[in-house]
């Protein structure tokens, strides 16, 4: 079972890493902001129940509040927030900032479901967030040129770290009472409906000036960096730590900055270089040892 969380860590790691760089692309195809978050998530809410049907259906009254009150933070409150931080800062940038996540979540389940960190992983976890002020306290967008703006992207982003600290530990929470599935999907469907609602509020749906090379892009987000991570850290939720699951917060930053620059030459600088030092080093600290059991009764 363990090897089968580590692969889902990862598979959410990259899948994260990479959405960045997508949502970029066709941010530059002139695709708007709500477009890219309304596609993306009714692509994953999609994925959920073909899946969902496949098992054979069925979903308990209980798995439905607990899935939804997790979706509308972390499938739709979320997304939201970091993807319109992607207006101000490179994708390697926002990346950096998903690093808050792994610390922020941890001291909120230490809080709130009596989680125990060991010293490893509090060391690590702290390193990580190094990474994170760095960024910030040098206002380096990462995008180049005048484009970008460091402090109204860290607003968004930081607006997306708490909802996802909070997400996550809901997540822990309520994922081992259900079966992956039953959970799943009422998350995504409620995500969708908040994200639905929010673009048609703000009047920034716009399908017609999708061109074909951005649908692809939009549907292998939908599918690869939404429905995948978000899936496979809701499986990993149920047999491992809050804190553990969140340390994918570290290594999506990394995928994010090499692909941001190689994919989208977007600027490498020493600021950023040292972020993801930070990030990487943090990761192996705090993997180093495995999370105390909780505490709680």
């Known amino acids: 079972m363990q090897s089968r969380v580590l692969t889902a860590l990862l598979a959410a790691s990259l899948g994260w890493g990479m959405a960045g760089v997508g949502t970029r692309f066709v941010f530059a195809e002139g695709v708007t902001t709500f477009t890219v978050i309304v596609v993306r998530i009714l692509t994953a809410t999609a994925a959920a129940v073909l899946i969902w049907l496949g098992k054979g259906g069925g979903i308990t009254r209980s798995a439905w509040r607990d899935g939804a009150i997790i979706g509308v933070l972390r499938i739709g409150l979320a997304p939201m927030l970091f993807i319109s931080s992607l207006q101000y800062v490179s994708a390697g940038v926002e990346g950096i900032f998903i690093t808050i996540i792994p610390a922020s979540t941890a001291a909120l389940a230490a809080v709130v479901l009596h989680e125990r960190l060991g010293r490893n992983q509090i060391l690590?976890?702290?390193i990580g967030l190094v990474g994170s002020i760095l960024i910030v306290a040098f206002g380096d967008s990462g995008i180049g040129g005048d484009g970008g703006n460091v402090r109204?992207?860290?607003m968004f982003a930081l607006g997306g770290v708490t909802a996802g600290a909070i997400s996550g530990v809901l997540s822990r929470k309520y994922a081992p009472?259900?079966?992956t599935t039953e959970l799943a999907t009422p998350m995504f469907i409620s995500g969708a409906v908040v994200a639905v609602a929010a673009g048609l509020i703000f009047q920034d749906i716009d399908l017609s000036g999708v061109n074909s090379t951005s649908w692809v892009v939009l549907i292998a987000l939908g599918v690869g960096s939404t429905f995948l991570?978000?899936?496979?850290?809701?499986f990993a939720s149920r047999h491992t730590s809050a804190a553990r699951v969140a340390l994918t917060g570290y290594l999506a930053p990394v995928v994010g900055v090499v692909a941001g620059v190689v994919l989208l030459g977007e600027v490498l600088t020493m600021p950023i270089i040292i972020g993801a030092v930070f990030a990487l080093v943090g990761v192996a600290v705090a993997g180093r040892s495995r999370p105390l059991p909780s505490t709680a009764t």
């Open 177 to 179: 009472r259900h079966r």
């Open 229 to 234: 991570p978000f899936f496979a850290t809701l």
């Open 152 to 154: 109204i992207g860290a």
């Open 124 to 126: 690590g976890l702290a």
